[in-house]
């Protein structure tokens, strides 16, 4: 895996965002928006799941925002591999962005297992995924800063 981390760094894309003024900050910023954004959308869902947060049906509430999470996730993977690809050797190496990466697995098996508790068990089986989700995206969230102090 090591060769290809080094071809994507060095490939023009990779020292396009390396020399470019605008790209690389654009591409933090924008991945930090999309992050909080991710994250408030996912607290939503999984407070209402949880009924920390009365009112709408936990289904519709999630109904109503799953696509608007999985447009900021979307765009969190788009940024985060622009700002991978400036320095993918040394990332590629690094214990919080390993352990980052496993993270994310596991809470999409998580999502996973919330649609399939949902639709099979119903609200109160899928509320043991909804405090697995809350603690497993804050965890990735940090994991992800502590990147750059690893």
Not at 19 to 31: E, K
Not at 68 to 77: D, G, M, N, V
Not at 128 to 138: E, K, P
């Amino acid at each position: 895996m090591d060769g290809l981390w080094f071809a994507l760094e060095h490939s023009a894309f990779g020292g396009h965002v390396r020399n470019s003024t605008f790209l690389y900050p654009a591409a933090n910023v924008i991945h930090v928006l999309a992050v909080l954004s991710f994250f408030g959308l996912v607290a939503t869902m999984d407070l209402r799941l949880l009924r920390v947060i009365d009112g709408t049906p936990a289904r519709e509430v999630i109904a109503r925002l799953r696509p608007l999470a999985l447009i900021a996730f979307l765009a969190i993977a788009a940024t985060g591999f622009i700002l991978f690809t400036a320095e993918a050797t040394a990332i590629s190496g690094n214990i919080a962005f390993q352990v980052k990466v496993m993270a994310i697995v596991l809470a999409l098996l998580n999502v996973a297992l919330n649609s399939w508790a949902m639709k099979q068990r119903g609200e109160a089986t899928a509320r043991l995924t909804a405090g697995v989700s809350l603690g497993s995206w804050l965890f990735i969230a940090a994991m992800g800063r502590t990147i750059a102090y690893v």
